[in-house]
Nanobody, 121 residues
C-alpha cells in the first residue's frame, strides 16, 4: 500500500505565502517524478509544477517566478513554496508521484487526497 499525504494548505491574503508538503510512504521501491496539480471549482485539474528525481523542474506559466517545487529523495517528500499568492491560485492542490512499488514492475501514478488553498483579495 502507498500513501501520499499533503499538508500546509490554508487561508492566506493576496500577496502572502504558503508551503505545501507531500510525503509518500508505504511499500515504495523508487519514486520517479513528483508533481503538484490543482483544481479550482468548475475547472479541470491542471499541472502546477513537476520535478524529476534528478531535480529538473517545469512550471505552469501562471506560477513561474512565484512558486518553487523541490524534493527530498531521502524522505520521499515533495514541497511547493508558493509566494505572491493571488486569488486565482485558490484551488484544491493535489500531490502526484510516479513510482515503482516493492515487488512490482513499471511506474504507476499515485495521488494525495488534496489540500485546500484559499487566497483572499
Amino acid at each position: 500500500q502507498v500513501q501520499l499525504v499533503e499538508s500546509g494548505g490554508g487561508l492566506v491574503q493576496a500577496g502572502g505565502s504558503l508551503r505545501l508538503s507531500c510525503a509518500a510512504s508505504g511499500s515504495i521501491f523508487s519514486i520517479n517524478a513528483m508533481g503538484w496539480y490543482r483544481q479550482a471549482p468548475g475547472k479541470q485539474r491542471e499541472l502546477v509544477a513537476h520535478i524529476t528525481r534528478g531535480g529538473s523542474t517545469n512550471y505552469a506559466d501562471s506560477v513561474k517566478g512565484r512558486f518553487t517545487i523541490s524534493r527530498d529523495n531521502a524522505k520521499n517528500t515533495v514541497y511547493l513554496q508558493m509566494n505572491s499568492l493571488k486569488p486565482e491560485d485558490t484551488a484544491v492542490y493535489y500531490c502526484n508521484a510516479a513510482l515503482v512499488r516493492v515487488g512490482e514492475y513499471g511506474l504507476k501514478d499515485y495521488w494525495g487526497q488534496g489540500t485546500q488553498v484559499t487566497v483572499s483579495s
